[in-house]
């Protein structure tokens, strides 16, 4: 009987221990930009569960179709674009989606390219920009700690304002407060449409092609996984999966190598 026992235990022992240690490591701690369409709150597609909302983008989509690649859990949280950068660099967080800077190529690991963007500036209706010297007497809204070009980022006799989002400064803008705004063109089209706002999306300058990257900061725990998930973006990428939902939601200038 004790023999019968013992043998019950190690054989509950063991499959304990070889289950899917997806089940119970720890989950990886992954933040997106609260912006559309990267990362945003949607009502749930859940019959059973009406007026909940839950997270939906294209990060995260991308992040699910990663996790059941990878058979990795992922913590999925949203906050402003300038606090994801700075969780990052700090290991707050293990990953992200974003551009390269000076300050991440000392503190994170570009896992894997996912496309390469646009950024543009979208001037207000009636008005042109179709050089760069049209920015110059300007009022310029852009999204705080955003990266969009070298020589925009960094030339002081620009009048540029700071904010929270694209969607407050869309706002802005065709509330004629500001002249013109900067961001990522994928975010600006999706916006303007969204809310069929009588804006040419056509006239619009562009600053630079920006290569977006799923960057793991260098204070994360869980390194380890860096190889893997890097193979499963390359997967996804070569299988059409990432194409497909940039699709749905606007692929402006979007270029995925």
């Avoid at 054989?11 to 930009?33: D, H, V, W, Y």
């Avoid at 209706?125 to 009022?139: A, P, S, T, V």
Wanted: with cysteine; proline share 3%.
């Amino acid at each position: 009987m004790a023999k019968s026992v013992y043998r019950s235990l190690c054989i509950l022992i063991l499959i304990f221990c070889t289950c899917s240690t997806s089940t119970f490591a720890t989950p990886l701690k992954i933040q997106i930009e609260l912006a559309e369409p990267w990362g945003f709150l949607k009502n749930s597609q859940e019959k059973h569960l009406p007026g909940i909302k839950e997270l939906g983008g294209i990060w995260i989509e991308v992040i699910d179709l990663i996790s059941a690649q990878t058979n990795i859990h992922f913590k999925k949280s949203t906050a402003p674009y300038a606090r994801v950068v700075r969780n990052l660099e700090e290991g707050q967080i293990d990953l992200s989606f974003l551009a390269k800077t000076k300050s991440s190529d000392q503190k994170t690991i570009y896992t894997a390219l996912i496309f390469i963007t646009s950024s543009i500036v979208m001037p207000k209706k009636g008005l042109e920009i179709k050089r760069y010297d049209d920015l110059y007497n300007q009022r310029i809204g852009i999204v705080r700690s955003a990266k969009l070009d070298p020589d925009f980022d960094s030339d002081v006799a620009l009048f540029k304002q700071s904010y929270r989002d694209h969607k407050i400064l869309i706002n802005m803008l065709v509330q004629n407060r500001l002249d013109a705004i900067a961001g990522n063109g994928v975010s600006i089209f999706h916006l303007i449409r969204k809310q069929s706002l009588d804006l040419n999306i056509n006239n619009h300058f562009v600053l630079k092609k920006t290569p977006i990257w799923l960057q793991f900061s260098k204070k994360s725990k869980h390194l380890d996984k860096v190889a893997k998930v890097a193979k499963a973006v390359a997967y996804l990428k070569q299988a059409g999966a990432l194409k497909s939902i940039i699709d749905r939601y606007g692929n402006e200038g979007i270029v995925i190598k």
